[in-house]
């Protein structure tokens, strides 16, 4: 049992570059997430979904897309690279079972734009 | 929407003392609220939660307190351990917004021996 799993774990862009952020999760969750964490600034939703098929915009969504096509991978997509988009990536998932469940989140993605 | 305000940001303590991190937040409908601990380098990981229809709940070392009315909830740790040392967020949800997690900013916690 991996839990949550994101790939790639580093990675260098110049600006402009694009790239797809994986993620993948083997315990059945319905939704999934995508944050970011800069220093002093904790986690920021970036996008979200609640199933299979389906997305919507968390707290700071511009320029990243995202997709859900199948239940246990959520893509997220940097477009044109900024050094702004400069972060740490987190992907998390979680049960909706009975209530809010707890967010299981992956290992992250240090990503640097140049 | 949510918005979770954390205090203090750092917080320093001998070793055996108490900790103790504030979390106010402003969305009244908000209902479940964890802690997540992250070690450096690694990821968030739950440490408790609470759920509104309780108001306090304690796993060991660690509790956590609700007070709906004022809409705070706290941290405590006690005991503190060096393997304590770590930063803390708080978070705060609901049913309305999907159960999407407003963080705080968080509190880096250092454990002095």
């Known amino acids: 049992n991996a839990g949550v799993t994101q790939t790639p774990k580093f990675r260098v862009l110049k600006t402009g570059q694009s790239m797809t952020l994986l993620c993948a999760q083997d315990m059945n969750h319905e939704y999934m997430y995508w944050y970011r964490q800069d220093p002093g600034m904790g986690l920021r939703l970036i996008h979200y979904?609640?199933?299979?098929?389906?997305?919507a915009k968390g707290e700071v969504p511009d320029g990243y897309n995202v997709s859900r096509l199948k239940k246990q991978n959520f893509l997220l997509g940097l477009e044109s690279a900024a050094p702004s988009q400069t972060s740490v990536y987190f992907c998390?998932?979680?049960?909706?079972?009975?209530?809010?469940?707890?967010?299981?989140f992956g290992a992250g993605t240090r990503l640097s734009v140049l | 929407g949510e918005n979770v305000e954390q205090h203090p940001s750092t917080l320093s303590v001998q070793e055996g003392d108490s900790a103790v991190i504030k979390c106010t937040y402003s969305?009244?409908?908000?209902?479940?609220f964890p802690w997540y601990k992250q070690e450096l380098g690694k990821r968030p990981q739950l440490i408790i939660d609470i759920r509104s229809n309780v108001g306090e709940k304690k796993d060991q070392r660690i509790a956590v307190t609700l007070n709906k009315t004022a809409k705070h909830f706290s941290l405590h740790i006690t005991e503190t351990q060096p393997e304590d040392s770590a930063v803390y967020f708080c978070?705060?949800?609901?049913?309305?917004?999907?159960?999407?997690?407003?963080f705080g900013a968080g509190t880096t916690v250092t454990v002095r021996a």
């Open positions: 998390a998932s979680s049960s909706i079972a009975g209530g809010p469940g707890i967010q299981y």
């Open positions: 979904s609640v199933g299979e098929g389906t997305t």
């Open positions: 978070a705060a949800s609901s049913l309305y917004n999907d159960y999407k997690l407003s």
């Open positions: 969305d009244s409908a908000s209902n479940y």
